[in-house]
């Protein structure tokens, strides 16, 4: 069975509350069953609009990426971060 993906791409515009959100959302992945495989790191884009923070998380499936990322558990976390920047986040299957 394939892998799921949450890849984002964000614009973090104030760190302290970016920094709670962070935390909150690192116990959602946890219960998930993710792993972080980038978070934030040097980057260069290639195409098109980059952004300076990037993220990849692992879940065992397609159906737990979007389960967290549709979650009250994640919910929570979001709403810490209202205000702290721009985020785009797409739950992905791998292949």
Do not use: C, H
Not at 20 to 37: D, V
Not at 68 to 75: D, K
């Amino acid at each position: 069975m394939p892998k799921g993906y949450v890849i984002g791409r964000a614009k973090v515009t104030n760190a302290t509350q970016w920094a709670a959100y962070a935390a909150k959302a690192s116990e959602a992945i946890k219960q998930y069953g993710g792993t972080p495989l980038v978070r934030g790191g040097q980057m260069t884009v290639g195409e098109g609009e980059g952004r300076a923070r990037n993220v990849i998380l692992e879940f065992p499936d397609y159906a737990t990426a979007k389960a967290y990322l549709l979650s009250a558990e994640y919910g929570e976390a979001r709403k810490l971060r209202e205000g702290a920047g721009e985020i785009d986040l797409v739950a992905v299957e791998g292949v």
